[in-house]
């Protein structure tokens, strides 16, 4: 049982690049999220999802785009990478209201 | 404005003496609150959540309402508790959730 599988695990973008991270879990939950983690600041909900074909927007949404066509993927789309999204990322899934979030292993994104 | 304190990012103890990581939190509704811990080269997991009033791996956590706080304690720290510990709140039946700082928390021998 994989639990979330995020890829790549680091990534080195140019400022105007674009990407796509990637999220994917196994264990048929409804809630899926996006977070970023940077030093002193905790993690910062970027987008959600509570289902297939419903998303919407976290703390931090700027910069970001998100989809969700099935279940099990949520990936995340940089649209034009700027320095200031330099991070950790961490995607995570949940069965339902109240459970516990399963977090990927995280996304090292490096934009020179 | 939901918030998340953890007024300590760096907290160091010795083997077997007592262990209080401090969170606090600014909500207008019914909090949810929990405590999450990444061990070094792991990820982010669960490690206690208030609803569910339980002791894992002997650390307990009380909501305090009046104080507007969810503590984190064990009353004998052990090597492998050493660890990066978030508290969370939840804002949201979707689990969104609001993090604080972080706490380092390093047990000597």
């Known amino acids: 049982n994989a639990g979330v599988t995020q890829t790549p695990k680091f990534q080195v973008l140019k400022t105007g690049q674009s990407m796509t991270l990637q999220c994917a879990q196994d264990?048929?939950?409804?809630?899926m999220s996006w977070y970023r983690q940077d030093p002193g600041m905790g993690l910062r909900l970027i987008h959600y999802?509570?289902?297939?074909?419903?998303?919407d927007q976290g703390e931090v949404p700027n910069g970001y785009n998100v989809s969700r066509s099935t279940t099990e993927d949520f990936p995340l789309r940089l649209l034009s990478a700027a320095p200031s999204q330099t991070s950790v990322y961490f995607c995570a899934s949940t069965r339902g209201q109240g459970g516990a979030a399963f977090f990927g292993q995280g996304t090292r994104l490096t934009v020179v | 404005a939901q918030r998340v304190t953890q007024p300590e990012k760096l907290l160091s103890v010795f083997k077997g003496a007592p262990v209080e990581l401090k969170c606090n939190y600014s909500y207008s509704g019914s909090p949810e609150l929990f405590w999450y811990v990444q061990y070094s080269r792991q990820r982010l997991q669960l490690l206690l959540r208030h609803i569910s009033r339980e002791s894992i791996k002997g650390f307990t956590a009380d909501l305090n309402k009046g104080e507007t706080s969810f503590h984190l304690k064990k009353p004998f720290a052990q090597e492998e508790d050493s660890a990066m510990y978030y508290c969370?709140?939840?804002?949201?039946?979707?689990?969104?959730?609001?993090f604080g700082q972080g706490t380092r928390l390093t047990i000597n021998p």
């Open positions: 999802s509570v289902g297939a074909g419903i998303t």
């Open positions: 264990m048929n939950h409804e809630y």
């Open positions: 969370a709140l939840n804002i949201g039946g979707a689990q969104k959730l609001v």
